[in-house]
């Protein structure tokens, strides 16, 4: 199947990721360590990206513990690999590969963690989840965590800002994917044969003055090939997105991430 993946890695995308991986540490740490997450775990990310949560995960497993990224595209790859080495982490192997064939050993899993990831695959939602499965251990935990991209919240609002999100969520929806997919992913779980375990929910808050954008930004060269807007809005978008950041006081934005973790009946 093409990869219709909509969004492009940039330094500021990667300081997001990076954030992301410390709140996410912060926020779940308790629902990572009762899916797995623990000294000696043989896991997986799949559809690690840049890896920054990879190397978290990795950390925690130590010591014995050993960790496989999967990741299909190239440059996410190279990323990864490269914030893995700075880590020093020696307990990571980084493979490319997709979440509905991943080529890993069945059944060989203490915890399989996929993030974000489900959100761009809509049409291959009930595959991967059927392939993830079959990778965990009899004793072994999936855990999902996904967004509803309707749920975040920008204060001060901005009517440009609003005006390119709802660019990318119509692109998503196009492709076929539930850009509410968060709360669901329980049910989709039971759906799969696996028992829900927990689901937890929180909000991340990300300040837009310390440099980081509100994700659609990195889905402009998908948003513009396939037609829902062009360079000219974009640099509409952009000119109102530097009024916006020269506003005194605190720009934030409210960031929903919902988890499950399920196992085997
Ligand atoms: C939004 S990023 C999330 C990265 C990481 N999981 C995290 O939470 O920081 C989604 C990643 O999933 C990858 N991806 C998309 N579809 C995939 C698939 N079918 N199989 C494996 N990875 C996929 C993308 O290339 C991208 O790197």
């Keep these: 199947m093409e990869n219709q993946y909509t969004l492009k890695l940039c330094e500021g995308e990667l300081e997001r990721y990076k954030h992301m991986a410390g709140t996410a540490k912060e926020g779940e740490l308790d629902s990572w360590r009762k899916a797995g997450i623990l000294p000696g775990a043989r896991a997986a990310d799949i559809g690690c990206g840049p890896g920054a949560i990879l190397v978290e995960l990795a950390r925690l497993i130590e010591p014995g513990g050993s ?53 761009h695959n809509g049409p291959r939602t009930k595959a991967i989840l059927k392939h993830v499965k079959s990778l965990i251990k009899s004793t072994g935990h999936l855990y999902l965590c996904e967004t509803d991209l309707t749920g975040y919240r920008q204060i001060p609002f901005d009517n440009a800002q609003e005006n390119l999100w709802n660019r990318w969520l119509e692109l998503l929806t196009i492709q076929g994917n539930d850009i509410q997919i968060g709360p669901k992913i329980g049910h989709l779980m039971v759906e799969a044969g696996l028992e829900l375990v927990e689901r937890g929910a929180r909000f991340s808050i990300v300040d837009l003055n310390s440099g980081f954008r509100p994700t ?40 929903p991430h919902f988890w499950a973790v399920g196992s085997l009946p």
């Design 67 to 119: 960790i496989v990224g999967v990741e299909p595209d190239t440059e996410a790859r190279s990323i990864a690999a490269e914030i893995i080495s700075k880590s020093g982490q020696t307990n990571i192997e980084l493979i490319s590969g997709d979440a509905e064939s991943t080529r890993l050993v069945p059944s060989s899993f203490d915890v399989v963690m996929i993030r974000h990831v489900l959100l």
């Design 216 to 255: 659609a930004w990195a889905a402009k060269m998908a948003i513009i090939d396939a037609g829902l807007a062009g360079e000219e809005d974009f640099e509409k978008w952009e000119d109102a997105y530097q009024k916006y950041l020269d506003i005194p006081g605190e720009k934030l934005l409210f960031v």
